[in-house]
């Protein structure tokens, strides 16, 4: 979670939408998986889900250009001085700078710490750009919490994510606001349903890679929904979980 500087409502539609696209194509690239998210006009929320086995996999170097492409399309990133087309080249020459643009690309991925900074400044530098403003736009680092993934507390901490819209008065219900998970996947988008997989489930057997996409939101649908309907003003989600 991630504040605008001095609390200031500076994040209108077409912010919140580069901080969507910008979320997900430095998800692809850092090999993180977004479970749900929801944008605000003076702060974030991101729920991501790290695999730690994952992180420690050697990433081949086909697969850090599908990272790169991700990320960077068809431009070239000025810190490692090529686009795709010359990346590939140069990895397939190999040699000592091969190496340092493999160990420098790779140092990038499977970290939470470098990730949100990646994220943030990359949004920092479209906002200057586009509004022609200059400075920081983030109030202070980033704040975040571990969560267990087999526990209940993970379905509740989505779930607060994306009912902040709902409590801040911007929409009646999640499926009504366009920039959160929820409001992507009711929409129909079979990427955003798919991420909830990673949500522990009603059936104990399932593991979350088995169970399909549309049944595994359709679990936590009605979970949210079930708060929906008995929230006040005065109660907090982990009050009605």
């Known amino acids: 979670m991630s504040r605008v500087v001095q609390k200031r409502f500076l994040i209108d539609d077409h912010g ?15 090999g993180l998986d977004v479970i749900t998210f929801c ?41 490692l001085g090529v686009d795709a087309d010359q990346l590939t080249m140069v990895l ?8 340092v643009i493999r160990a420098k690309l790779t140092a990038r991925m499977g970290d939470i710490s470098v990730f949100m900074r990646e994220f943030k400044t990359r949004f920092t530098f479209w906002y200057n750009k586009h509004y022609q403003t200059v400075g920081t736009f983030w109030a202070e680092r980033f704040r975040s919490v571990l969560v267990e993934p087999k526990s209940s507390a993970l379905k509740v901490v989505a779930a607060y994510i994306d009912l902040n819209a709902v409590r801040a008065g911007m929409a009646k219900t999640p499926q009504d606001y366009p920039y959160c998970g929820f409001g992507e996947a009711a929409s129909g988008q079979i990427s955003a349903q798919l991420a909830y997989q990673w949500l ?11 169970v399909p996409s549309r049944r595994a939101f359709s679990e936590y649908e009605c979970f949210v929904n079930r708060l929906v309907a008995t929230m ?4 907090r989600v982990s009050d009605l979980a």
């Open 232 to 235: 006040s003003g005065t109660k």
């Open 39 to 79: 944008f605000l006009k003076n702060h974030f929320h991101v729920l991501l889900h790290i695999d730690p086995e994952r992180a420690k996999e050697v990433v081949s170097d086909e697969i850090l250009i599908e990272r790169f492409l991700a990320l960077y399309g068809t431009r070239r990133s000025s810190t």
């Open 16 to 30: 919140m939408k580069e901080l969507r696209r910008i979320l997900r194509t430095q998800a692809a690239f850092a």
């Open 92 to 99: 397939e020459r190999g040699g000592d700078r091969a190496a």
């Open 200 to 210: 522990p489930h009603d059936r104990p057997h399932d593991s979350g890679a088995n």
